[in-house]
């Protein structure tokens, strides 16, 4: 059974890739995703938080004696602000890099192009096969319009694109005026990959406080249907890869996805519900789904049901909804 595939310019063993988590931050497990047949890591994020706390702190101990103790200043190393940052982290990409045979994707959370974009270069020196900008972003500035959002995304992409080499994957949410636009213009701006979608995470309300409370809900298989949909659109005609990465659960949802013409598909929550070895489960069905309708590659069926294959998708869209209206029926 041949399930190779192709990501961002990357060649694949398989369609299954461990997105970013605190899983994939341990080099025990990623020996074990690579084991049980992930194609791919995707290292947890770097924050732009991260980076501006860390040169703060290292900005207040320069200035902190500058006053009283001018020589103090030999004490500390000649280095700028640019070189100050979470080396751990690029420490991290380093031993992953070592210790597995498989494409190391670093991932980069910020909202703006300012300060955290020097690191997208220091990751690929580090030795990663791939980068992931996770544009974290929620407008809640009401002054701000929609395009002004979408100009914030290009040009993250955009300053990223400028220093580095390796395939730049943008992982995004839904929420945009008119998404498949969007899509294009992340595609020409230089995006090798889309990862469709990022889970903005929503707050909750504690009556017995009362008091406003947040937690990392792990995704749900309801929750594909979205994700679902724009693949189907996207699918051959934009040149960037695209890969899911909500609510896989199962084999199911996998298949769905490549039907749909998703590239890959990412996991986080099954794998934190059920342990790393569940990618072996998910490749297991992939493979037995194929295998039951005598299907020797993913090749066949990747993309059967996106609308580039649908004479008038925009029709096809149509006639479900309405279908679907008229068709409910009350239990």
Known sequence: MDLTTRYMGLDLKSPLVASASPLTGELGNLHQLEDTGAAAIV??????????????RYLALTEAGADSFPEALSYFPAQSLSHAGPERYLTLVRRAVE?????????LNGTTNEGWIDYAKQV????AAGIELNVYFIPTDL?????AVE??????????????????AVKVGPYFSAFGHMAQ???????NALVL???????????????MVTDPALSRRDEIRLPLLWIAVLSGRIRASLAASTGVENAEEVLKYLLAGADVV???????????????????GVSAWLAARDLQSLDQVRGLLSHQNARTPGAVIRANYIEMLQGYKSA
């Open 266 to 284: 990412m996991t986080t929550s099954a794998l934190l519900r059920h342990g790393v070895q569940h990618v072996a489960t998910l490749l297991s």
């Open 151 to 168: 100009q914030r995304h290009l040009e993250i992409l955009a300053a990223v694109r400028a220093v580095v080499t390796i395939p730049v």
């Open 143 to 147: 002054s701000l319009t929609g395009s």
């Open 185 to 191: 213009e992340l595609d020409r701006a230089g995006a």
């Open 43 to 56: 290292l947890p994020s770097l924050f732009q938080e991260q980076i501006e706390a860390e040169a703060l």
């Open 197 to 211: 979608f990022n889970r903005f995470y929503q707050p909750d309300i504690d009556l017995a406080g009362p008091r």
């Open 99 to 107: 210790a597995v045979d498989l494409p190391i994707i670093g991932s």
């Open 124 to 127: 690929e020196q580090a030795g």
